[in-house]
């Protein structure tokens, strides 16, 4: 039995996972790759801290030079995160001939086209099934058993901490701002939350799946996006009143004009599934045009469920299926038709508007006109009268829209107006509506 050497870069949460995962089950690995695979460097910056898994002597480094230089080591699994020094770890280690995991869905979204085309020139590969919904095996589903279809949409809840901070709002009446600190209490949310309820992260995961599921080359800055920051106690009253609860969905639509892609807080259907994705889940909804609809649902984050996924490319790296697949989708490369990506503007939804009014004659016609103007029908209203918190004698109105469809532009310069109007008061709340 040959041995495969292994080293590791970040031993954080999700390393110390791994690292659990390759030194405790070390036989079983070796039971399923007929080969004796062999944890021999983990690097990390503080080499001091103590782990609650035990670490043979010798293997903790901070000098990443002898992962570099060490010609016997065969994979690198990178787990630092953010962009540098990950981007330069991950060159490093495929121009020294060693094939890579990563785990790091920004790196991936900003430099992916970079690190594919080195990785060619190397002969080596890149797995990343962690990068997408931890534990869920989303990315080799859609790379290996469903290339027999054009895949025609993918509808994904894939922000574990989103989706727990609205669950908490909806299920328990929280506010927003116990909700986050909720999230982070338990670990699901980071100190700075931002990039997980600004839509960011979803963003960057959406763009991996875009490029993966359509051969879509995008940079991820340019995708329309919306955060939870906005979403109120009361939009979840109203989204129930109305058959609707809210989730961050990450969207990429194909159509004639080319591929859609956004990610936005959405009213979802009670009946439909991923609408009853609750808590830290993640779910992806794929359709095919010849397998129809595929549901993919469970744990997206968390030491666990992904050091599970890393480990798991580790395996079909070693095993050579990485090469197969990595081979014969051609990541990140201009050689087969890239699917045009539709301007924002041009979009096509219906919505969900909310915005404070006064509540007196008129007011209904002045914001229903510019709405009629820019081509946009009102599928339904509800108002519902209120004290104005700032003068007790003034009455306002809370005023909830749902559109028909509407093209994504006109729907913006109506808002823009609509704020315009002395009888409206504040900014427009604006989510997706999806059936």
Sequence with gaps: MSVIKVALFGLGTIGTGVADILLNRREHICNVTGQDVLLTRICDKNTTSRRDIDIPHGILTDDAELIFNDPEISVGIELIGGIEPARTFVLRLLESGKNVVTANKALLAQHGAELFAVARRCGCTIEFEAAVCGGIPILSSIATSLQANTIQSINAIVNGTSNFILSQMEDGGTSYS?????AQKLGYAEANPAMDVDGTDAVQKLTILAQLGFGAVVDWKNVSRMGIESVDAIDFKFANDLGYRIKLLAVAN????GLELHVAPTLVKFDNPLARVHNAFNAIRVVGDYVGPVFFQGLGAGRNPTASAIVGDVIDTILGRSKITFDTLNL?????GVIPIKRTENFYSKSYLRFDAEDRPGV????????????ISIASMIQHETNNPDNSSKQKAVIILITHEAREGDLLEAINEVEKLPSIQGKVIRMRVQS
């Excluded at 116990?178 to 909720?182: L, P």
């Excluded at 209904?364 to 081509?375: L, S």
């Design 178 to 182: 116990d909700a986050v600190k909720e």
């Design 254 to 257: 194909r159509s004639d004009e």
């Design 332 to 336: 990140w490369s201009n050689d087969k």
């Design 364 to 375: 209904m016609r002045d914001f229903a006109a510019v709405f009629g103007e820019k081509n």
